[in-house]
DNA sequence: GCCGTTTTCGGCCCGACTGTTTTCAGTCG
């Protein structure tokens, strides 16, 4: 079972489903990871802590149902890497009754409610369970309230500016969740790595984190300067105008909240001789890098910022550039967007990385709207900024009548609008497709009638309605779809609006296959909002035979450029150029179009 | 709790910064 619902509990740290039959991989580390929390609060063992953050990411990463591979007497668990007798009798426990002995004797003695309270800033597990065991903080309410009665000054080691910045955190907490769209950090680096970079002798500047590796949301942004200016740039940069808080300065690094959001920002000040090790290094993640470290002891190295070491005569042997890193390691450089421990180092080692899309390789855009339903320009403005980016073609694919608020089309401006995008080719520059953005009616129906579809290039359907269907209605109305025979992409699958919506629940695989047998592709929504499907779906979608278009759902011209968000995507998926449709030349993507 | 092409025991990635201390524990990345 994969249950798109399921998936985003594990991620967002919700209650845990109550049946276990429906618990896909994501829901079983979560159990794990959260143990491993309430395991650090304990002050347990803390390899022992590792073991299951490490059984979590395995699972996490297994293709397979682990809870279906206990099943199978023909497979063995333990065959995973990190899941030994111990976790294994965990997850059979877990198969049984959706939890395990050493996490219930946990929550007896912590309330669940602690574990929201690692996310605040400047709190760790010792000083949650100090707090516990004082004064039984186990809410971010309890919290404040000891913080503003002064009494957390009162335990041993703790003092007055701690009660501050917890104050601070938890108000940046409750405003943000603590995450940002990845289009606003991408901004708010390109912004500082542009001011940073005029101070006098700095080199260079880089983002570095989860920015770099482009996962839809950023914690915090991480810069790294190199040169002989590059201590100054620390003090230029807590001394700029939008910086408003400084958290911490020192000789080499300083961080601080700059900007409306109040986003962190860490800028390390690093010699040139280490820039490549520092890069590596802060780029994360903190699994591969993990993962990494491993391999440099098994190989005799030593990995940290400053660089690659021998472990016997402590030599350097690499740090200037992550190539020369990597290939110390026997390893072929892995793109940023792959750093997840999800596989890539091993790939690196066999020499079979993926050759990952890159933005370069998109030939036209399929989805952006205009004024013709809730879209900012005409047709005319869109098909010349397209131009402008060096498209071979663009879809304009407007709201159909359900979303009337949308001015959404009705069969007779469909059929109009189908005769009037041909009537223009000839003098638009680019090739224009006439297409839809067709809802799907709450049970599977398609909002147009065939008449109007047939004469379009392109019908992209999308669900805008009923979001909160249960998972079997959801799955019959996407099954239901995609049998109409016009119907070339699957919009936005999942629904998703970042910090904001939940994805809809359906059952993922069955609505890939059936995508994969009618031809149908899966649209990389490049919204910075959406950016739907994401990075682990597309990787399985693929696994499973999908083909991909890569779409802005531009509303206006300057939407445009948001493809590059949706490319970042489509790399963290694992996908390459051939799972692109929109990759091909206008001529190919053409005969792709009538064959399908 | 996991792991082993030296090992079934004894390892397990590493360093900077802060606050509250007077040498370091806790937190973060």
Redesign the pocket.
């Known amino acids: 079972m994969n249950s798109i619902g399921a998936r985003v509990r594990a991620r967002r740290g919700g209650p845990p489903p109550r049946d276990n039959r429906t618990m896909d991989n994501r829901d079983v580390a979560r159990l794990l990871v959260q143990t491993a929390d309430l395991m ?1 609060i304990a ?1 347990e ?4 802590i ?3 953050r ?2 979590a990411t ?1 699972i996490e990463a297994c293709p397979e149902s682990v809870l279906e591979i206990l099943q199978d007497p023909a497979r063995k668990v ?1 065959d ?11 997850l059979h426990e877990i198969a049984v009754r959706g939890s395990f002995e ?1 996490r219930d004797q946990l929550l007896e003695r912590y309330p669940p409610t602690a574990l929201e309270l ?1 996310k ?11 707090l516990w065991e004082h004064y039984r903080v186990s809410t971010i309410d309890d919290l404040e309230r000891i913080c503003r009665e002064h009494k957390l ?1 009162l335990l ?8 501050e ?1 917890v104050l601070r ?1 938890i108000a940046t907490y409750r405003q943000s969740a603590g995450r940002f769209l990845l289009s606003v950090a991408d901004e708010v680096a390109t912004e500082l790595c542009h001011y940073l970079a005029e101070t006098p002798g700095v080199d260079k500047v880089t983002p ?2 989860s920015l770099r590796r482009g996962r839809e949301t950023v ?2 942004l ?1 810069l790294l300067v190199t040169g002989a200016g590059a201590a100054s740039a620390l003090d230029r940069f807590i001394a700029h105008p939008s910086v408003t808080e ?10 601080a909240r700059f900007g409306p959001h109040a986003i ?1 920002v ?1 800028v ?1 000040a690093l010699p040139k001789e280490s820039y490549g090790a520092a890069l590596q ?2 780029t ?1 993640s ?1 699994d591969h ?2 993962a990494l ?2 391999r ?3 190989l005799g190295f ?5 660089g690659l070491f021998r ?1 016997d005569d402590n030599t350097k042997v690499a740090g200037e550039t992550e190539e020369r890193v990597y290939a110390q390691l026997g390893l072929a450089w892995i793109p940023p967007e792959l750093r997840e421990n999800h596989g890539e180092i091993e790939a690196a080692a066999a020499n079979r990385l993926p050759h990952l899309v890159e933005l370069a390789g998109i030939r036209g855009d399929l989805h952006m709207h205009t004024l013709e339903s809730d879209g900012r320009a005409t047709l005319e403005e869109m098909a010349a900024h397209a131009r402008a980016l060096g498209y071979q073609y663009i879809a304009i694919s407007d709201h159909s009548k359900a979303l009337a608020m949308a001015n959404g089309l009705d069969e007779r401006r469909v059929l109009a609008f189908a005769e009037r995008v041909r009537e223009l080719q000839d003098s638009l520059g680019i090739h224009v497709f006439s297409s839809i953005e067709c809802d799907i009616r709450k049970d599977g129906a398609m909002d147009l009638d065939d008449e109007a579809l047939a004469s379009l290039d392109l019908v992209i359907g999308s669900v805008h309605s009923y979001m909160n269907q249960d998972s079997a209605e959801m799955t019959a109305r996407l099954l239901r779809a995609l049998e109409c025979p016009y119907l070339r992409v699957l919009g936005h699958p999942t629904g998703r609006l970042l910090l904001a919506r939940e994805p809809f629940s359906f059952d993922f695989d069955r609505v890939v296959d059936a995508a994969v047998r009618r031809n149908v592709a899966l649209e990389i929504n490049a919204s910075p909002e959406r950016l739907d499907l994401h990075d682990t779906l597309l990787h399985a979608a693929k696994l499973r035979g999908a083909r991909f278009v890569i779409d802005t759902d531009s509303h206006h011209p300057q939407h445009l450029a948001n493809m590059r968000y949706g490319v970042t995507m489509a790399r963290r998926g694992w996908l390459e150029a051939s799972d692109i449709v929109n990759t091909l030349p206008l001529k190919e993507f053409q005969e792709q179009l009538t064959a399908l």
Do not use: H, W
């Not at 995973?80 to 965990?90: E, Q, R, T």
């Open positions: 650090e002050a063992d803390p390899f022992r590792r073991s299951y490490n059984a395995a333990t995973l890497p990190g899941i030994g007798k111990g976790m294994a009798a965990n050493r690692l605040i800033q400047g709190l760790g597990p010792k000083t949650i369970a100090l000054r041993p080691r703790l003092g007055a500016k701690l009660e910045k955190s570095a984190g914690g915090d991480d400084v958290l911490a300065k020192g000789p080499n690094k300083a961080s962190q860490d390390r290094y802060f994360g903190k890098n993990i470290r491993a440099c002891l098994k030593t990995l940290n910022e400053y472990l």
